[in-house]
Structures are given as C-alpha cells and as structure tokens.
C-alpha cells in the first residue's frame, strides 16, 4: 500500500521561504510507479497543479509556479520536497503531494495546512 504524508511548517511569514516534504513509503519514489506531484487548494479555491518530479529525476512546473518553485528528492529517505520562494498570503493553502500513475492521480497525502501571516 503506497502511503503519502505531508510534512513542513504550518505558519510562514510573508517573503519567507516554504519547504515541505513529502515522505513516501510502500513504494521507491525511484521506481516506475509514475511521477510524484505537488498540489495545493488555497481556501474557497480549486486544486492548483503545482509541479512533478519522476523517477528518472525529471522535473516540471506549473507556468504559474516556475519561477519561484523548486523540486526535489532524497532518495536515501524516499522524499519528495518542495520548496516555494517570496511567499505571500495568496500562498495561504492546503498542500498535497500525490502520485500520479498515468491515468489519474492514484495516491495522495492527507495534506498539509500552510498559512502565510506576519
């Protein structure tokens, strides 16, 4: 069973830097299940694609996100990690990581709340 938890600070200040991780277990996040993404849902919003890092260590972003998103991954501890930059209270969000195995979005974290306040 593929198991996706969320975890990083709950409360950022504005311009502040975002990291979060994504710890994965029932599956190598180097194998060929599919692509591990980032997701968020800012309150009262729809889900907002973030990003993806596959297997092979490919990496792409959302327009919306590229400039100020970095993807990456500890393979030693099967982790996924984001890290969002110039944070603002519109990044106030539910974030998410999921597995995406082709078709649709297979597994996903419980989410993690991130609240952007001074």
């Known amino acids: 069973q593929v198991q996706l938890q969320e975890s990083g600070p709950g409360l950022v200040k504005p311009s502040q830097t975002l990291s979060l991780t994504c710890s994965v277990s029932?599956?190598?996040?180097?194998?060929?299940?599919?692509?591990w993404n980032w997701i968020r849902q800012p309150p009262g919003k729809g889900l907002e694609w973030m990003g993806f890092?596959?297997?092979?260590?490919?990496?792409r972003y959302s327009p919306g996100f590229r400039s100020r998103t970095s993807i990456g991954r500890d393979t030693a501890k099967n982790q996924v990690t984001l890290q969002l930059y110039a944070m603002t209270p519109e990044d106030t969000a539910v974030h998410y990581c999921?597995?995406?195995?082709?078709?649709?979005?297979?597994?996903w974290g419980q989410g993690t709340q991130v609240t952007v306040s001074s």
């Open positions: 999921a597995l995406y195995t082709g078709q649709l979005f297979s597994y």
């Open positions: 029932g599956a190598s996040i180097t194998a060929g299940y599919g692509c």
């Open positions: 890092i596959c297997p092979d260590g490919r990496i």
